[in-house]
């Protein structure tokens, strides 16, 4: 026969056992592939990615290239990237890159391409080759531009 004081221990690990549930992975919701999105989906700081992403898509870059303590940067970042047409537009022919060019490989980067001025704006062939860049904020309908401009010339 269990004592009175084995039960007295056995009790409250057994509530304690019971009240523990399995733990399962938070339900995330899926994304369809072919919804189009309200923003340009940007790879963030990784050129490398980029670099493969449109080499294998045969499709241009667009780089976005900011600083942390760019007003213009957040600027487009909040009323251009965010245009439905823009996006939809970037999203479909463009492998899409943002760049912060204080961090990581932004230095070398901004070295590399000689930036002047933030933000700047640079597509380049599925090659990692420039075919066009400017510096400043841009309204959506410049940007759509500017982006037909470079592509322009691919056709």
């Not at 221990?9 to 509530?15: I, Q």
């Not at 230095?107 to 001025?117: C, I, Y």
Request: proline share 6%; with cysteine; net charge positive.
């Amino acid at each position: 026969m269990i004592s009175k004081y084995t039960r007295m221990l056995l009790l409250p690990m057994f509530f304690l056992v019971a009240s523990f549930k399995p733990i399962t992975p938070a339900k995330t919701s899926t994304v369809l592939k072919s919804a189009p999105a309200d923003k340009i989906i940007f790879i963030e700081n990784d050129w490398n990615e980029a670099v493969k992403k449109a080499s294998t898509q045969k499709k241009y870059i667009f780089v976005d290239c900011y600083a942390t303590w760019c007003g213009p940067c957040k600027m487009l970042k909040v009323r251009t990237f965010t245009n439905k047409k823009v996006a939809d537009f970037f999203n479909k022919n463009f492998v899409n890159i943002s760049i912060d060019m204080e961090a990581g490989q932004g230095p070398a980067l901004a070295e590399r391409w000689k930036l002047q001025a933030y933000p700047t704006l640079i597509i380049f062939d599925e090659n990692a080759k420039p075919v066009l860049g400017t510096a400043g904020f841009m309204n959506p309908d410049d940007l759509m531009r500017f982006a037909e401009q470079a592509l322009n010339g691919k056709r």
